[in-house]
Structures are given as C-alpha cells and as structure tokens.
C-alpha cells in the first residue's frame, strides 16, 4: 500500500526541484509560493521588519472566513496582530468550523477550533446565533439533524478505529440557530430504492443514479407546476462528473415530447457548461487556425479537415463549404478570425453566439499586447482554454448547478441535492512526511492502519470524517426555502429515526422524511425563456460590413454589444468608470468621452 505510491512521491519530488532550478535560474517567483516567501522573512520574529514597514498603516485588522485560513498564514499574521493588541488596537476574526470545506487548499479549520486556547492572545467569543437566510422549517430541521448526526459519525468512526475522538461531538456541539425570515418552508429527504431485477445479482451504481435523476426530474416538474420559476431552482453536487450527468439526463428529458410544455423551463446552467472551449464553433475556429499552420497535404491537415467537417455539419446540418479564398493570414489575427466566423455564417447560429463574442474578445485583448501570430496564439488558448468561461452573468430561465464548495456564501430559494452523504474517501492525495530519508513522504489516501503510520492516517480520516460531514452542511444552509436531498444510500436514516419525534408534524415512512410544505406561488410569473444573445455583435451590426476596426476597448463587449437595445446600469457604470479613469483635467473630459463613445456607435443623446 506505501509502496505503490511511491514512483509518484519522486516523481513529484522530481519536478519540485526542477521548478526550483528553474526559478532561480530565470529570476523568476511562483505566487503560490509567496506564504512560504513571507514565512522565512518573518521566521518568529516579534517586530519582522517587513510588517514595520507597513504597520503604520494598520490599526485594525479584520479576517473573515477565518476556518479557511492555512497555519502558514495565521504565522504570518500573528505578529501584526499581536503588535496591534499591544498597542490597545483590535482585531475581528470571523469563521465557522462547520462551514471548513477547503482544507484540500490548506484549509486548517483546527486554528479557529483551539484558538480561544492560543497563549499569545486574550479573545473573546461573540456567538452569531440568528440564521437571516432560511425558513423556520430548513432551521430547525439542520439544528436537530447535524447535533445528532454528528455524534453518530463520530461514535462510528470510533468504534471502527479502537479511538476516543470527540472533535466532531465539539464542533456541532452548538449548531443551534435561532430563525429571523419567517415560518414555513420545506425539507424532503427521499432514499431511492431500485427493484432489482430477477436476472440480476446486484443494482449497479449507475441504475441508482439514472433513479435519483428521474427522481429530481419529477420533483422539478412538480415545482414548475406550482409556480415556481427555473432561477429559482438550483442543484448542488460534490463533484463537476455529478453536474456533467445531471446536465446531460435533463437536456434528454427536455427534448421528450410528453415535456414539450416544459421545455423553455429545463435547461440547467452550470460553470462547465459556460465553458467557452465546450463550444463547438469556437472549436471550429481554432483548428482552422491550426489547419492554416501546416502544410495542406500533410496528414495534420487531412485530420483538421475531418473535424471541420463534422464540426460544421453538427452546427448546421449542411456540408462544409469548399471556397476558401477570402481567408488570408495577410490580416490581423482579429480580422483572420473575423473572415472564419462571417466565411462559415458561424455568428447565424444562436446558441453559438455568446461564445464566439466572448472568444473574439478574448483575442482583442490578447491582439493589444501580445504578438498576433497564429501558432504564438494558438498556444496561448491551450493554456487558458480549460479556465476560460462566459463572461455573461444572465441566468433568466436557466436552473443553475454548482458545487458545494463553489457554492458557499450564497443562498437559493430552492435547493436540490442529488447526493447527501459522500465517500469516504480523500478527493486529493494527502501526504505525510516522514522520518525516512528513503522514503520521506507517504501517501496517505490507502489503508494504512496496520503500519508504522497507523496514527497519521487515522488522524487523515477523521480529517476527511469532517470535511464531509461540514460539506454536508454547507450544502445543507444553502436555501432559503425548500431543501430536497435525494441519495441511494441509507446511513442517514437511522438519525432521522431518532429526530422524527422532535418534528410531530413531519411525515416519515418509506425511507421518506417530510418536514413541511412547499408554498404554492399564488401569482405565477410568466417563466422567462432560456435565451442567448440574438446578434453577433462585430459582424452583424444593422446590416452593415465588419466592425472590427471599430472597436474602442478590450471591453468594448461591455456597450457595443447591443446597440439596439437599452444600456444596463452595469454597462453604464463600467463605460462612467473607464472615461472617469482617464480624466485627469476638465480640458481633456471631451477628448476622453470620444475616446471611448466614438461618434460611429454612439448617439448624442447617449
């Protein structure tokens, strides 16, 4: 088990030293590494010269999401703490233990855990025990359910490993919140069973899963049908694979002709699906441009051709057109990608159209500073392409899906969870330095009980013990108003057998707990249609030949994107922003205004 990690740990050493060598050689500094930096500056000093120079600066210092602090930094930061405490100033420190979800970022929830106990300072505790977020019913449900689940975790857990924990026992020792927005609201927790069939020995994880799916489907629709309008609805997952499958089984379900009348009502927006790669138009563009790189009778270009033409005939249903002589590399790269789009009538196509606008955007900004050349470009997006998403923030008539960790600090009136407990498993390697110089890590992610580091990996899955038990309950303070948790797995119906009684009201019988119900929308809103932009801006503006030329700024998308419609306050504000930014005289407040509201694309009054 230590063993078969062990070519990855050297590996990893390997290229560790290789970075090293690299930045030292080419004078250069990865921001990753800028704790570790300040760490050896300060090395325990009281008065670290690099907070002196900044002290006179600060007489009060606040940090937030504090769980979420690594003991790096809190190093860093307690000798600028300790100074102001010494000089009669404050310090605010702000965090949840259970809301610690991102130790796999070096997350130490322990700091805020046992800070009350750090010798150094002279704390007081200020609890924050009202929830403003939620309804009665979501409140009460999570003080009663996380108070006992936690101890039956940690007495598992325990009685598993022959320990004597009790951290978890501690950290929801006091998950009690007293509720401010109001009564009602609704939880329904539903195990999905699967009849298994006679020719089979066993279900398999994925018919469990094809279940809760068309489980949430049917809940969907149900809540569509009482009113209920699709931003209202989000879904959260522990994992982007659970998003992907989610996405993919309601695009099916929506082009079923029994939900014909629901169709505008079940598309589901998520982070990947923005992804700007994902589309395939913008796919289209980049291997015509890798194409333009290489010989035309290599077997690169013959490979390039076949996906061209099946990226064209599933954008468009039509042939891939043979004449290509309007497309020169004697333009700019804007302009060369530009002829692409209006060559192949790409901007005509309304789903694409959004990614192609934030696409040219990004090779505007990328033109105003780097080289223009295709090959230098090309490998510029094999870099960012995987990072690079819709810029548009306008989820009128979209469900959205996120993860829990992407998910923390916001609130939705409607929560969906298609999983409720995770495995438990590491989501990342964990490694454990050791005293053998032959072996000076150890992976801890297998089982290693029975060896010599029996104490750190048991340590290692209590850790992971409350990462996902605190995830859960991230998830689980999320909505406002309706929280449905679907899963296949029955560990958590034993706890909600022992708090069913403190809820009389509730309804719980086969593997089904319902506390509550879901408010009917007594005035239902006309549901907003899941749109795209209409027009390509750059290329179809009234009509007329392309724009490029036009184009004032790197954010020019910002207010020329539509000019036939009306200016947001956003778009207003970012265009005031960029003028104000420049203006340094009243005598230049005209040169700036025209600067960036050019006479050609905006009117007077405008």
């Known amino acids: 088990e230590i063993l078969k990690h062990k070519q990855g740990i050297i590996l990893s050493q390997f290229i560790q030293n290789e970075l090293d060598t690299y930045c030292k050689e080419e004078n250069t500094f990865f921001i990753a590494f800028a704790n570790t930096f300040l760490k050896t500056i300060i090395n325990d000093c009281d008065t670290p010269f690099i907070y002196e120079k900044i002290g006179q600066f600060i007489e009060n210092i606040m940090i937030d999401e504090f769980q979420d602090t690594s003991k790096m930094q809190w190093d860093n930061f307690k000798p600028i703490i300790a100074n102001l405490l010494a000089l009669g100033k404050d310090a605010l420190i702000i965090g949840d233990v259970k809301q610690s979800i991102y130790r796999f970022r070096n997350g130490d929830w322990k700091l805020l855990h046992n800070l009350h106990n750090d010798s150094g300072f002279e704390s007081k505790i ?42 978890i026992r501690e950290i929801y020792a006091d998950c009690g919140q007293g509720v401010k927005k109001g009564d009602g609201g609704c939880v329904e927790i539903k195990i999905v069973n699967v009849e298994k069939s006679p020719d089979k020995k066993r279900i398999s994880v994925e018919e469990q899963r094809e279940a809760i799916l068309e489980e949430i489907f049917q809940k969907v629709i149900s809540l569509i049908d009482g009113g209920r309008k699709a931003e ?48 395939l138009a913008v796919q289209f563009i980049t291997t015509y441009l890798q194409k333009m790189t290489v010989s035309q009778d290599s077997r690169d270009a013959q490979f390039y051709d076949s996906f061209l033409e099946y990226a064209y005939t599933s954008l468009t249903g039509n042939a891939l057109p043979t004449d290509e002589t309007d497309i020169s590399r004697n333009m700019s790269l804007f302009e060369t990608i530009e002829s692409i789009i209006e060559k192949f009538s790409l901007h005509e196509i309304p789903s694409e159209i959004a990614y192609i606008t934030d696409f040219q955007n990004l090779v505007y900004t990328y033109s105003k500073n780097n080289n223009t050349n295709i090959s230098h470009f090309l490998e510029h997006w094999n870099e960012v392409k995987d990072s690079t998403y819709l810029q548009q923030a306008q989820t009128a008539g979209y469900m959205s899906a996120y993860t829990v960790h992407t998910s923390k600090g916001l609130e939705y009136p409607v929560v969906i969870m298609p999983k409720f407990t995770r495995a438990k498993k590491n989501s990342y390697s964990a490694l ?32 992971i013990e409350i990462d996902n038990l605190n995830a859960m ?47 009917p929308t007594t005035e239902k809103k006309e549901q907003a249609k899941a749109k795209n932009i209409e027009d390509y ?70």
């Open 232 to 279: 209202d609805i989000v879904f959260l997952c522990y994992e982007k694979k659970d998003i992907s499958r989610l996405v993919e089984f309601f695009n099916k379900k929506k082009n079923d002709a029994q939900y014909v009348k629901y169709k505008d009502s079940l598309s589901v927006m998520s982070k990947e699906a923005m992804l700007v790669n994902n589309s």
């Open 126 to 167: 200020y609890p924050l025990s009202d929830n403003y977020r939620s309804l009665q019913n979501i409140v009460s449900f999570n003080n009663e359910f996380f108070k006992v689940y936690a101890n039956d975790v940690e007495t598992s857990f325990n009685n598993s490993h022959g320990v004597d924990f009790g951290t």
């Open 432 to 463: 454990y330095k050791t005293d053998y110089e032959e072996l000076p890590y150890v992976n801890l992610s297998g089982n290693l009980e029975d060896t010599t580091f029996c104490d750190a990996y048991v340590d290692e899955m209590h850790n």
């Open 473 to 519: 309950y991230v998830a689980c303070t999320r909505p406002c108003e309706e929280l449905y948790i679907y899963d296949y797995e029955t560990s958590t119906l034993e706890t909600l057998e022992k708090i069913k009684n403190k809820f009389p009201e509730a309804i719980f019988e086969n593997d089904t707990f319902i506390l509550g119900r879901a408010k």
């Open 537 to 606: 801006p750059i290329t179809n503006i009234d009509g007329e030949e392309s724009n490029a030329k036009l184009l004032p700024d790197k954010n020019s998308k910002h207010f020329i994107g539509m000019l036939n419609q009306p200016q947001t306050e956003r778009e207003h504000g970012l265009l005031m922003h960029k003028i104000l930014e420049h203006i340094s005289s009243i005598e230049n407040v005209d040169s700036c205004v025209n600067q960036y509201c050019p006479p050609e694309l905006f009117s007077q009054e405008e």
